[in-house]
């Protein structure tokens, strides 16, 4: 590991001017490249005191053994010759994005004598025109024989032509006419070009013309009665309009656009791309990329733009890019897509109408890209083993810990404390494990005595289990929550129940590791808890969020596991399980409370009593004047329930008159229904989250 300060230029070396960095390790490769508008302004961050950079950031200066630059004219340059570097030395320390599969195009060979139409993936050849790409090459077929009733071109391979040149014999296609048999000269080089000049028109969006074309010759083909001529035409606008159904129109007629959509977290990123040409989705393509250094959307949208158009000239670069949000500056970045196409090039965030509903489904397609590589990762067996064999070897654990359980804590602004429990086994969610907590203990917002009571409550139990068995024996059902998540005692006959496979159920089976989300004080106060109850056989650790630190008990520094890490992916899919879960326990509760009634506190009446109540009597302020006798003409009601409904309402202070906001009127007419589904909302429902308070 080297010290940056070791090959840190002296003052003066460093230019104050655009140009592109390199940081090379001990063996002269290139670890990291990069851009800037003043070099010495962006050089000087790195060569700063360690314990104020981003440990990505950190990692890669001690790696480095020297830092080069080269001097560029200006901020366009700079970002050519970067992504020219990023792509000869694929530099470690960069953002690499990576296609999830090898997109397929439709392909039409403009380069040859008889144009070719076939499906192609890997590098794009001059001289030949693309259109795509497409998820499936099935879809690029399907389209293509629809196609070749309107336009016969050449689809067969060079040697399959070379044979029916040879032969005088056309393939099945050209006797089917699907194709033009230009083999056999049934048509010449010229005509051939032209048909496939008119099929690229067509692939390109200029649709109409087409079609406009085929229904007039069809109306004349009937005239003339000649009726066969004209089915064929029929059939053939059929298939035309069939091939375009399949590109569904999104945006105006004309629009050629690409929108690029990022989902993210803090170590993976991934981007989708929708192609729109003449208003149609003609295209879709993703990657997934390893966030290898502190990086922002804009940055993030950089490096896809790099990817997308570094090699692409002319047509491929389109009119408009949309994205979620710009680089910083903007301006270098569009004027070298404009210099690649050739023309004016708009980059800018859609911020209404069709444009931004569609990046909206580009984006749900993004982060459900995401999840699907999560999921790929987590479900293989090799890369689970791995990654809990890293967790015990940073956290110097005896063995590795097969059972994992993380706890996080949830309110707003200290109301509706609640707090989750998630259960990972060998690496994977079990969920038929996880348990829910109200915080009773205290009122008002305590994270740290919040994580103490859970951590207290969720041992005590383990420790009544293990004192009732008297040994490790398969465990207990435990009735573990009183249906809000607190627990409650349970009788021996449910404690003895199983899972199907006969593992000890709920609290009765003791982790590995526990870990929490947060840092130190969080740690300290989980780690408090087991000691007062004797335990000390489980291991603790916090995961913090801003920086994906690993904190240990009783150590002042964090553990930083490598961004490549295996344990610390496992580590952040637990934390964010847990926080997922605790947080949409909150609001489950947050949402009871603003519908809750004064009929909700009356015992033993249920929902369809409740229903048949306000149902007979219309409205809780009837209800309310109701005597007992009227209130036992509803079915199902009878003295006694009718006592304690009129009681309970008698003594629930009735519900503040509702206001008309625009003349400030009070309006008395009825009581609004809270139990059969209205709720008056709180003062805060209107108001954006940042003023109604944070969830956490």
Request: with cysteine; hydrophobic share 35%.
């Amino acid at each position: 590991m080297a010290d940056p300060s070791s090959y840190r230029p002296r003052p003066g070396e460093i230019p104050d001017s655009p140009g592109v960095y390199r940081f090379r390790d001990e063996h002269r490769r290139v670890i990291y490249v990069g851009k800037a508008k003043s070099l010495r302004q962006r050089l000087a961050n790195y060569f700063q005191d360690l314990a104020n950079l981003h440990p990505r950031t950190r990692t890669m200066v001690t790696t480095a053994a020297s830092v080069e630059w080269t001097v560029v004219s200006t901020e366009v340059e700079a970002l050519q010759l970067e992504y020219s570097w990023i792509k000869e030395y694929d530099p470690r320390f960069n953002v690499k994005y990576r296609d999830d599969k090898s997109y397929p195009y439709l392909a039409v060979t403009m380069n040859e004598e008889f144009p070719r139409v076939q499906v192609m993936r890997g590098h794009k050849k001059k001289g030949v025109r693309y259109f795509g790409p497409y998820a499936h090459a099935w879809a690029i077929r399907d389209t293509v024989d629809l196609l070749l009733r309107v336009f016969p071109v050449r689809t067969c391979s060079t040697g399959v032509f070379k044979n029916a040149a040879r032969t005088g014999r056309p393939c099945l296609l050209g006797y089917i006419d699907k194709c033009s048999a230009p083999c056999v000269g049934r048509i010449g080089p010229d005509d051939h070009r032209e048909l496939s000049e008119e099929f690229c028109d067509f692939m390109a969006g200029r649709t109409g013309t087409y079609l406009r074309r085929l229904e007039k010759q069809m109306m004349e083909a009937a005239e003339e009665m000649e009726y066969e001529r004209a089915a064929r035409l029929r059939d053939d606008i059929e298939a035309l309009k069939k091939a375009m159904e399949k590109n569904a129109v999104v945006l105006a007629d004309a629009t050629d656009a690409d929108l690029i959509a990022v989902a993210e977290d803090e170590l993976e990123a991934a981007v989708q791309i929708f192609h729109v040409r003449g208003g149609r989705v003609r295209g879709q393509r993703g990657w997934v990329t390893d966030k290898v250094e502190e990086i922002t959307t804009g940055a993030l949208v950089e490096h896809a733009l790099q990817q997308l158009y570094g090699e692409e000239t002319g047509d491929a670069v389109p009119k408009e890019v949309l994205v979620p949000a710009l680089p910083e500056p903007v301006e270098p970045v569009q004027e070298w897509l404009t210099g690649r196409r050739g023309s004016n090039v708009s980059l800018r965030i859609p911020q209404r109408g069709d444009k931004k509903a569609l990046m909206e489904t580009v984006q749900r397609n993004a982060q459900q890209a995401l999840a699907l590589h999560k999921t790929k990762r987590a479900s293989d067996l090799t890369t689970r083993s791995r990654a809990l064999e890293e967790i015990a070897e940073a956290l110097d654990l005896d063995s590795a810990p097969l059972r994992i359980e993380c706890y996080d804590i949830s309110h707003l602004q200290g109301d509706d404390v609640v707090a989750s429990m998630v259960v990972f086994e060998d690496g994977l969610q079990r969920k038929s494990e996880y348990r829910r907590f109200q915080i009773k203990g205290f009122a008002g917002q305590d994270d740290v005595r919040s994580m103490h009571e859970v951590i207290t409550r969720r041992f005590k139990r383990y420790l009544a289990e293990k004192e009732r068995t008297g040994e490790w024996a398969d465990g207990s059902e435990d009735a573990l929550g009183d249906g809000d998540g607190a627990l409650t005692d349970t009788d021996a006959a449910a404690s003895t129940l199983k899972d199907d496979d006969g593992r000890p159920r709920k609290f009765a089976y003791p982790p590995q590791l526990v870990v929490v989300d947060g840092g130190q004080p969080q740690v300290a106060a989980a780690r408090r808890a087991l000691d007062e109850l004797g335990i000390d056989d489980i291991a603790v650790c916090g995961l913090a969020k801003r920086l994906e630190e690993v904190w240990l008990p009783g150590d002042d520094d964090p553990v930083v596991l490598p961004r490549t890490s295996e344990g610390l992916y496992l580590l952040q899919r637990v934390r964010d399980e847990a926080h997922r879960f605790a947080i949409t326990y909150q609001r489950t509760k947050r949402a009871k409370r603003f519908r809750a009634g004064p009929l909700d506190e009356v015992p033993g009446l249920g929902d369809t009593r409740k229903q048949a109540l306000i149902k007979h009597f219309g409205s809780v302020k009837k209800l309310r004047s109701a005597t007992i006798e009227q209130i036992q003409e509803v079915p199902g009601i009878g003295r006694k329930t009718a006592e304690t409904v009129a009681a309970a309402l008698a003594q629930a202070a009735p519900a503040a008159p509702a206001v008309n906001t625009a003349t400030g009127e009070i309006i008395e007419d009825e009581e609004p229904d809270t139990t059969a589904g209205a709720s008056r909302e709180p003062v805060t429902a209107g108001l954006p989250d940042e003023r109604r308070g944070q969830e956490t």
